[in-house]
């Protein structure tokens, strides 16, 4: 199969493209980043998905599937930037697929969509609402990029169009929101809450979207690995230290004191679960993660 991947410069993008690839399908990559040293094989295109340069490639290469994983995730960009990658660019992928004969789409999405709260059931079902719009506003942008990739699902019927909402990633390449959240020596946590979290190995990611891709699914699905792990458990095994703060303080130390930076709405995050039930997913690819909590929290903590 012909697979076109946006975003294949960033870490997950890359493994990807190499496990398709392994897989033996045919792979074409797209990203404003570069990628000097991708797999030979590897097409690539250094273009910005939102201009003409990438319609033409959906034009002249004509690919079977697209991957779509061109959304920006860290809070450094301005917000009126996010938005421009993240729904518009979103916009536009689904625009060319269904102009350019695309049959297969995937959106690459987050587990995050859900937003934590007090008062949520601890397993989200794909039926959740999308509380993070009030709970985490600063998620709006990846929210309605996720929204509007559903409704590819009514407005392009004869594209197939799977949606992953994909819980947090740990691994060797220490890449992800939670990895940059787990980075240094000391992790702040707020004083009183012990969320559950749940995260899943980026090997198994990969796997996870070949699944989806060979499978040929349509809808949406929650995508998520082991069980989830308390933060403070979490947080003891990958060997870091864990600093109560008091919620009143908590906006006031982060980015400072070598805490990481984060927005005002990631409070909510770490007071209270987000965990997803991936049932209808493994249902209809037969994933099954191949790395349990205990070797994932490895994984990150010893390379």
């Known amino acids: 199969m012909k697979v076109l991947i946006t975003g294949i410069s960033g870490k997950i993008g890359r493994l990807v493209a190499q496990g398709l690839l392994h897989r033996g399908h045919t792979v074409i990559g797209m990203d404003r980043r570069k990628w000097p040293d991708a797999d030979k094989g590897i097409e690539m295109f250094n273009v910005d998905i ?74 989200q079902t794909e039926a959740a ?35 992953l909402r994909v819980c947090y ?38 796997k996870a979207i070949a699944l989806a891709l060979e499978s040929n699914i349509r809808g949406v699905f929650n995508v998520s690995g082991p069980q989830p792990m308390p933060l403070s458990m979490l947080i003891k095994v990958v060997g870091r230290t864990s600093i109560p703060i008091p919620e009143i303080l908590y906006p006031h130390v982060m980015g400072r004191f070598g805490f990481p930076k984060l927005p005002t709405g990631a409070v909510t995050h770490i007071k209270f679960p987000v965990v997803v039930d991936s049932t209808l997913f493994r249902e209809a690819t037969g994933f099954k993660e191949d790395f349990d909590e205990g070797l994932t929290m490895e994984a990150f903590r010893y390379n």
């Open 50 to 123: 939102r201009k003409r340069a990438a319609e033409d490639v959906f034009r002249t290469r004509r690919p079977d599937a697209v991957i779509h994983m061109a959304t920006v995730t860290h809070f450094s960009a301005r917000a009126e930037e996010r938005y421009r990658i993240n729904l518009h660019g979103t916009r536009s992928v689904f625009e060319y697929c269904a102009n350019y004969g695309v049959k297969q789409a995937i959106f690459v999405g987050r587990h995050t969509y859900y937003g934590a709260a007090p008062d949520t059931p601890i397993y």
């Open 129 to 163: 609402p999308p509380t993070a719009v009030s709970t985490f506003p600063e998620l709006a942008d990846l929210v309605a990029a996720d929204l509007f990739a559903a409704s590819a699902l009514w407005r392009y019927p004869d594209l197939k169009t799977a949606v």
């Open 169 to 206: 990633t740990l691994g060797p390449s220490h890449h992800g929101t939670l990895a940059s959240f787990l980075k240094g020596p000391r992790v702040p946590t707020v004083m009183g809450f012990d969320p559950l979290f749940q995260f899943m190995h980026e090997h198994d990611v990969v």
